[in-house]
């Protein structure tokens, strides 16, 4: 009878009390992604009015594919950080899986299906290599995926000697310039790729798992959950999403570069941090993931559109980048504050 | 019907590493619902028998008995499958998971479709649990890195003892608390009691032992020096026996 008083009285203060109390700009910072969604619309408002291209049919059709290409390569980069590591060399798996695609259809003359899932099985064996690395000799992830990163760099131009591909079927680039209800196929396989990330943190064992890793590896390794395993699958799914995102490039160039990859490092990262993956490990949020890879291409498209000196394109990339991280180092201390 | 009255029995453990002698001839006997407390020193070898208990470490000699039968604790898996649940120092709790996530970890409840996390079931569980205990967590989906240090470690309490175990070690429990709070986790091992679960309690605050331990177990240099009933002792002559 006591318990059962108790019970209720628990029961019924589970509305989230603690944040009704706190003021707007707080509450921003506890809800990272309503921060993004009020930046996204600040700039969606700010680049309509600068530019009348921007609301073209057509560039929202080009900025939808881009965003698509950037989540991919977010979600690569964040499912790392969420276990507290990182993967320098997302950009290079990605390589990997447009020089395999181009080389098993132009070279050999497969099929593209076969050829595609060779290159997603490059990507997963290149992310198992990274993970292996990590977990069973003990190097930790950056110094290990900067390695690999050259490593499969070293790979993509050995194979291919620089010349990129260009005998891919337009059969092929149907998936990656086409679309149905006026979004591009590649945005709706991001619906679904983002569908699952959320799916994989809220209701499979394995995102609970890897989400606690990133929060404390200890107290994860003493409840009984092997967390170099973990680790290893978070970098084989890395690799699998960073050779999906040089699939669908392919796709959409209708060749395979060899150059594909050497900027994502820094999309991933800016994309994956802007939306709200803590570099620390222990969160990610399949919506500020959308989110972040909406501003990036925003600020790309948009520095395009307003004429802005593009060859100082990097550095706007690398301040919005320190700026996101600043915004996380406040989150950090308002949520120690907040803890006290 | 049990053999004797004990839950855990000790017997003549000895382990050394490499030319120490960490733990020679330790017999400890642990009684049904008991709270134990266990002092010595520093170095004394609490933290050794313990992880010999827990499956970290393997004695070189010596037998342990649960429940009057001999077990073999070859690994931590072993350990936990018999009964026995560590609590540390350090409230072992994911910071960025909420309270249920932190409760279940590691052995998290499944539907049968794909598998998926019954989270609404491991909530009102855990509101069960935290209820249970007593423990006054207003918003059980509150994080763990926003709850006070003696929350912390209630929930990580809270999570050894949702194993249902039989025995549980609480490696220095109060040594990061707050006074206020060192008496509420006090409170909470005391209550255990009643739930038929013996207790070790591994700790340097010799007030702690004397508010809620039923016998003190005294290490000295490896050694068992004495088991005195906690009413019929007091806090110099313990001192005198750990020195």
């Given at each position: 009878?006591?318990?059962?008083?108790?019970?209720?009285?628990?029961?019924?203060?589970?509305?989230?009390?603690?944040?009704?109390?706190?003021?707007?700009?707080?509450?921003?910072?506890?809800?990272?992604?309503?921060?993004?969604?009020?930046?996204?619309?600040?700039?969606?408002?700010?680049?309509?009015?600068?530019?009348?291209?921007?609301?073209?049919?057509?560039?929202?059709?080009?900025?939808?594919?881009?965003?698509?290409?950037?989540?991919?390569?977010?979600?690569?980069?964040?499912?790392?950080?969420?276990?507290?590591?990182?993967n320098?060399s997302?950009?290079?798996?990605?390589?990997?899986?447009?020089?395999?695609?181009?080389?098993?259809?132009?070279?050999?003359?497969?099929?593209?299906?076969?050829?595609?899932?060779?290159?997603?099985?490059?990507?997963?064996?290149a992310g198992?290599f990274n993970g292996?690395i990590i977990?069973?000799?003990?190097?930790?992830?950056?110094?290990a995926t900067?390695?690999t990163?050259?490593?499969?760099?070293?790979?993509?131009?050995?194979?291919?000697?620089?010349?990129?591909?260009?005998?891919?079927?337009?059969?092929?680039?149907?998936?990656?310039?086409?679309?149905?209800?006026?979004?591009?196929?590649?945005?709706?396989?991001?619906?679904?790729?983002?569908?699952?990330?959320?799916?994989?943190?809220?209701?499979?064992?394995?995102?609970?798992?890897?989400?606690?890793?990133?929060?404390?590896?200890?107290?994860?390794?003493?409840?009984?959950?092997?967390?170099?395993?973990?680790?290893?699958?978070?970098h084989?799914?890395?690799?699998?999403?960073?050779?999906?995102?040089?699939?669908?490039?392919?796709?959409?160039?209708?060749?395979?570069?060899?150059?594909?990859?050497?900027?994502?490092?820094?999309?991933?990262?800016?994309?994956?941090?802007?939306?709200?993956?803590?570099?620390?490990?222990?969160?990610?949020?399949?919506?500020?993931?959308?989110?972040?890879?909406?501003?990036?291409?925003?600020?790309?498209?948009?520095?395009?559109?307003?004429?802005?000196?593009?060859?100082?394109?990097?550095?706007?990339?690398?301040?919005?980048?320190?700026?996101?991280?600043?915004?996380?180092?406040?989150?950090?201390?308002?949520?120690?504050?907040?803890?006290? | 019907?049990?053999?004797?009255?004990?839950?855990?029995?000790?017997?003549?453990?000895?382990?050394?590493?490499?030319?120490?002698?960490?733990?020679?001839?330790?017999?400890?006997?642990?009684?049904?619902?008991?709270?134990?407390?266990?002092?010595?020193?520093?170095?004394?070898?609490?933290?050794?028998?313990?992880?010999?208990?827990?499956?970290?470490?393997?004695?070189?000699?010596?037998?342990?008995?649960?429940?009057?039968?001999?077990?073999?604790?070859?690994?931590?898996?072993?350990?936990?499958?018999?009964?026995?649940?560590?609590?540390?120092?350090?409230?072992?709790?994911?910071?960025?998971?909420?309270?249920?996530?932190?409760?279940?970890?590691?052995?998290?409840?499944?539907?049968?479709?794909?598998?998926?996390?019954?989270?609404?079931?491991?909530?009102?569980?855990?509101?069960?649990?935290?209820?249970?205990?007593?423990?006054?967590?207003?918003?059980?989906?509150?994080?763990?890195?926003?709850?006070?240090?003696?929350?912390?470690?209630?929930?990580?309490?809270?999570?050894?003892?949702?194993?249902?175990?039989?025995?549980?070690?609480?490696?220095?429990?109060?040594?990061?608390?707050?006074?206020?709070?060192?008496?509420?986790?006090?409170?909470?091992?005391?209550?255990?009691?009643?739930?038929?679960?013996?207790?070790?309690?591994?700790?340097?605050?010799?007030?702690?032992?004397?508010?809620?331990?039923?016998?003190?177990?005294?290490?000295?240099?490896?050694?068992?020096?004495?088991?005195?009933?906690?009413?019929?002792?007091?806090?110099?002559?313990?001192?005198?026996?750990?020195?």
């Amino acid at each position: 009878m006591h318990v059962k008083e108790h019970n209720q009285q628990l029961t019924l203060s589970e509305q989230r009390e603690d944040f009704v109390k706190v003021g707007f700009l707080k509450s921003l910072l506890l809800h990272p992604e309503a921060g993004i969604t009020i930046a996204v619309v600040l700039l969606l408002i700010i680049f309509s009015v600068a530019s009348p291209s921007f609301l073209t049919a057509y560039n929202i059709f080009n900025v939808a594919r881009n965003v698509a290409s950037y989540a991919f390569i977010a979600i690569a980069q964040a499912l790392v950080i969420v276990g507290g590591g990182m993967n320098l060399s997302v950009g290079a798996i990605g390589g990997l899986a447009v020089v395999a695609t181009g080389y098993f259809i132009d070279v050999q003359g497969f099929p593209p299906a076969i050829a595609v899932i060779i290159a997603l099985l490059v990507g997963l064996a290149a992310g198992a290599f990274n993970g292996v690395i990590i977990t069973k000799i003990g190097i930790n992830s950056f110094v290990a995926t900067l390695a690999t990163l050259f490593i499969f760099t070293g790979i993509i131009y050995g194979i291919t000697k620089g010349y990129p591909y260009i005998n891919i079927p337009k059969s092929f680039t149907i998936i990656g310039r086409k679309g149905i209800g006026g979004l591009p196929y590649l945005f709706w396989f991001m619906v679904g790729a983002l569908g699952f990330i959320f799916y994989m943190f809220n209701f499979m064992r394995f995102g609970r798992w890897l989400l606690a890793t990133g929060g404390s590896k200890e107290a994860t390794r003493v409840s009984g959950v092997n967390v170099d395993r973990i680790i290893l699958l978070s970098h084989v799914l890395s690799g699998l999403f960073a050779a999906i995102a040089g699939v669908l490039w392919v796709s959409r160039m209708g060749s395979a570069q060899p150059a594909t990859g050497q900027d994502w490092l820094i999309i991933s990262f800016a994309s994956a941090i802007i939306g709200g993956t803590a570099l620390s490990g222990g969160s990610i949020s399949a919506l500020g993931l959308f989110m972040g890879s909406v501003i990036i291409v925003l600020i790309r498209n948009g520095l395009i559109l307003l004429g802005v000196n593009i060859y100082f394109e990097q550095t706007y990339l690398g301040l919005i980048i320190l700026l996101a991280v600043v915004v996380d180092r406040i989150r950090a201390l308002y949520y120690q504050m907040a803890g006290t | 019907m049990r053999k004797n009255n004990y839950t855990l029995e000790m017997k003549n453990i000895y382990k050394s590493f490499g030319g120490i002698h960490a733990l020679i001839d330790v017999s400890l006997e642990l009684r049904h619902g008991e709270i134990l407390g266990l002092v010595g020193d520093n170095a004394a070898g609490k933290s050794s028998l313990m992880k010999i208990l827990t499956g970290a470490y393997q004695a070189n000699r010596g037998r342990i008995f649960f429940e009057g039968r001999e077990v073999h604790i070859t690994n931590p898996r072993v350990s936990r499958q018999i009964g026995i649940e560590m609590v540390y120092q350090d409230f072992e709790l994911c910071p960025n998971l909420d309270v249920p996530a932190n409760l279940f970890l590691g052995r998290e409840i499944t539907g049968n479709f794909l598998k998926a996390l019954k989270n609404r079931q491991m909530e009102s569980e855990a509101v069960e649990i935290l209820g249970r205990l007593k423990i006054g967590i207003k918003n059980s989906k509150i994080k763990a890195n926003r709850l006070s240090g003696g929350q912390q470690q209630a929930v990580a309490i809270g999570k050894a003892v949702s194993f249902n175990p039989k025995v549980v070690i609480m490696d220095e429990p109060t040594a990061s608390l707050a006074v206020v709070e060192i008496e509420k986790v006090l409170d909470l091992i005391l209550r255990f009691k009643e739930q038929d679960i013996s207790i070790i309690l591994v700790t340097h605050r010799l007030d702690d032992i004397f508010k809620v331990s039923d016998r003190i177990f005294v290490l000295k240099h490896g050694r068992r020096v004495d088991v005195k009933e906690t009413s019929q002792t007091n806090k110099d002559e313990i001192i005198k026996l750990m020195f």
